[in-house]
């Protein structure tokens, strides 16, 4: 499979996955292994060494106002994560029935993806009512009950915001694309187009045009679509029914700021901004350069979209939307997504030292990235080099800006896939897992990833619902496959529905990968993220310490310190990213740490469970090992990060 989502970044144009990978993870080979994988593990091989105090303080919610900091975000896709009313589709009282679940797993935040009104062209993602829920999903009662039973469960609510374009259905395009001269006339994108003939040519008022220059949608083709009212073009940067909005109008902005308003007078936690950084185009419509020869998946040119992505007029709006949001109690938050083409341009979403944009922009560079960066590249897997520099930058290069860090969303291919290798995919997940949270960075997880649950393209065309997997078939399949619904237990339709016919079908590995067989597993991947989240939640250090990347020369293990702020110690965290047994020798002393007593925290490794020494060391296979270091660290050396800021 090629990959559905093509990122929209300034420069080049960079998928996340590599070709095949999904039709590997669908044999029922990879299913064997993993099985064998999960069988072969020693009995009780997971290992937590929390203390009563500390287990009681993860218990305790907190009332911290940088709350989104240490938090871990949840995405859920609202279709596919529990059904209430036997329809085959997930909805808002299906949210509210699972957040016992959510609570125990440690989650502090949900990212709901859009529950608005929608013709559902891109499931949510082309709005046709921003200030309502779909009935599909429930009623604004419902939502609002949602809130009140989630806050009752200690977890906020962020709503994904769609502000780069609406749905074709919304009122404002129908009034805009009515006539050239309606109140809203130019809310949105549009062009006379120029004179000439060719593919997408019409019958303008003054002969035969086509649109006004090349810039291409990211879902395929043009970006321009004809409107027969107005005899006008209108752009669009993702299908022809999201047509985008016109930022550059007051108007727009007002309208967007009051719909955001309205959710947060009803006590969001935030907003999630979707492809928040093409937000506006360039006035003098020119083309963009082409990046490099050859062409994408939807057979359209690679193009350098410096002219519809990352103008530095979006940064102006979203000041002015911080300024709107920070006029809130409560710490509201706001997440970007930012897919950027390295970890130092992040920096200005922030608002760089002013920090007076987005709190979280996110960091794909780590958890999203293709060999080279090159259309269709190879997906890097669980790559060291690759980790430990984009780990490291994301330390280095955000000034005092807070990272946030994630491996799983709704349109990339889901975690294990890209990170497993068929045979060690339970490890490797793990360690993904203790990186994302044991990182000094908010982390954010997409449902079922505790879970380890798998990509499940469509086998036939006629079963895809994505549209770009429907037009870009067979080479762009859709990410229908990572969107399917979750597996909550081994009964029928995973305990998602009662309705045999689910909007998408459930995975077929539902009978071993879900919530109630993973809860009764002490070595399952839920019960892994569950302590991780515990610990992190408790420790002082995996809170508020600095971070030092360690031995960056190995070749074989990702090992970091997570440095103590006062009255902790500090953590070593080590991973070994191969197949074969690694012996270390820990020397901490250039961190101002000398000794080399440790208590192992988690680790799923037996040899570990209870080492007390870093002098010598041996992780086995894929192992991940989390300690505590047994000294106060002193302060820290130039050059290293401290804490929280
Ligand atoms: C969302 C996609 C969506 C696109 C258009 C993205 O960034 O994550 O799922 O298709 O925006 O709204």
Redesign the pocket.
Known sequence: MTHP?VAPIQGKVTPFTRAGTLARYLSFARCFAMAAAIACLAPAALHARITPAELHAAATPTSDPTWWKHAVIYEIYPRSFQDSNGDGIGDLDGIRERLTYLQRLGVDALWIAPLYPSPQV?FG?DVSNYTAVDPQYGTLADFDQLLATAKQHQIRIVLDM?L??TSDMHAWFLESAGSRSNPKADWYCWSDGKPGTGPNEHMGPHGLVVPPNNWISLFGGSAWEWSPARQQFYYHK?YKQ?PDLNWRNPAVEQAMFNVMRFWLDRGVAGFRL??VPTLLEDVQLRDEPVAAPGRNAQGDPLLSDIYTNMLPEVHDVLRRLRVMVDGYPGDRVLIG?TYLPNTAALEPWYGGASHDELQLPMDTLVGFHTEGGTINGPNVSLNLPHLRQTLTEMQTELGSNWPLLVFD???NPRSWDRFGDGVHDAERARIIATILLTSRATALMYYGEELGMTTHTPARVEDVRDPIGITGWPKEKGRDGVRTPMQWTSGPQAGFSTDPQTWLPVGSDYETINVATETADPRSLLQWHERLIELRRSNGTLRNGGTVMLDPTNPSVLSYLRTAPADSKPIFIALNITARPQRLRVDLKPTGIHTTAIRTLLTDADSLASATSLAEITLPPYASFVAEVQQQSRPAPAGVRGGDR
């Open positions: 989502f891109d993602y769609v780069n374009h993702f999201q979707d492809a997504e969303n709704h349109d």
